[in-house]
Nanobody, 121 residues
Framework: VQLQASGGGLVQAGGSLRLSCAASGRTFSKYAMGWFRQAPGKEREFVAAVTWTGSSTYYADSVKGRFTISRDNAKNTVYLQMNSLKPEDTAIYFC???????????????WGQGTQVTVSS
C-alpha cells in the first residue's frame, strides 16, 4: 500500500483543516487506517484510527471531540477533519495502514510521508 497525505497548512487557533490520505496498491478497504503526528522534539503519537469497514473509530484523548476520522473506500481515501485547532496540535501528521483493527498497540504496516500542520496562536 502506498499512502500520500495532503491538506496540511498554516491555520490560526480555533480554525479547521481537513487532511486527506490517498492510498494505492493493495486492497485499501481491507486495512484499518490511522493518523499519527510528531511535533518537534517529541515522539510520534497516535491521533485517530478507523477500522476497515469504517464502523469503529478511536481517538487520542487530546483530540477527542475536535477531530473526526473517516474513510471512503470507493475513493481509497481516509480523512482527518480537525476543528478547534490549538497551537499544541502543531506537528507533522502521518497516515498509516494496518492489517488489523487499527489499535495503536499494534504495529502499522505502511506509512505515508507527512504533511505539516501549523497552528498559530
Amino acid at each position: 500500500v502506498q499512502l500520500q497525505a495532503s491538506g496540511g497548512g498554516l491555520v490560526q487557533a480555533g480554525g479547521s483543516l481537513r487532511l486527506s490520505c490517498a492510498a494505492s496498491g493493495r486492497t485499501f478497504s481491507k486495512y484499518a487506517m490511522g493518523w499519527f503526528r510528531q511535533a518537534p522534539g517529541k515522539e510520534r503519537e497516535f491521533v485517530a484510527a478507523v477500522t476497515w469497514t469504517g464502523s469503529s473509530t478511536y481517538y487520542a484523548d487530546s483530540v477527542k471531540g475536535r477531530f473526526t476520522i473517516s474513510r471512503d473506500n470507493a475513493k481509497n481515501t481516509v480523512y482527518l477533519q480537525m476543528n478547534s485547532l490549538k497551537p499544541e496540535d502543531t506537528a507533522i501528521y502521518f497516515c498509516a495502514a494496518q492489517n488489523g483493527a487499527g489499535s495503536p498497540s499494534y504495529a502499522y504496516d505502511y506509512w505515508g510521508q507527512g504533511t505539516q500542520v501549523t497552528v498559530s496562536s
